[in-house]
């Protein structure tokens, strides 16, 4: 008589985690960044996905006209609760925005970054907001806001 031997089945490709698992976790990455004073991601609608930390709605809201003209953005920087942050660089093609507040000691200063993102999923722009504290500087804080961006919200 003959014997089979059992074949496992075929791996089946992982099914990226529903929306809200992904949201959970987008969440909890953020609530871990321990060098962000502030964060938030949010649509094109200004409907918040993930935050950390305190951003007014208005607030919110103007960001997402921050990339329509480079020269209003410029000259009124960016504002989160009150508090104006010059704008110092403003790329448009790699869709980067960040600056400084204004302070005389630097140690004082709060620097803000932030990013636009397109989801591979449906092409929907989502924002990145983060404020960061001396010593975090924008060479550290940009790039890790890139960073997240790419892993938990572009690749979605």
Known sequence: TFSAVPVPPIAQPREKPPRQDRTTTMQAALQSQTEWNRACIFDQSGQVLASSGQIAPNDIKVFTTAFND??????????????????????????????????????????????????????????????????????????????????????T
Do not use: C, W
């Open 70 to 155: 480079k020269d209003t953005t410029f000259g009124q920087g960016l504002n989160v609760n009150g508090q104006n942050y010059e704008v110092h660089r403003f790329y448009e093609e790699e869709g980067l925005i960040y600056g400084r507040t204004h302070s005389v000691d630097p140690n004082d200063g709060e620097g803000i970054a932030m990013h636009r993102v397109k989801k591979s999923s449906n092409g929907q722009v989502v924002y990145g907001v983060v404020t960061y504290r001396f010593p975090i500087l924008s060479a550290k804080a940009v790039p890790d806001l890139q960073a997240f961006m790419a892993q938990h919200v572009a690749s």
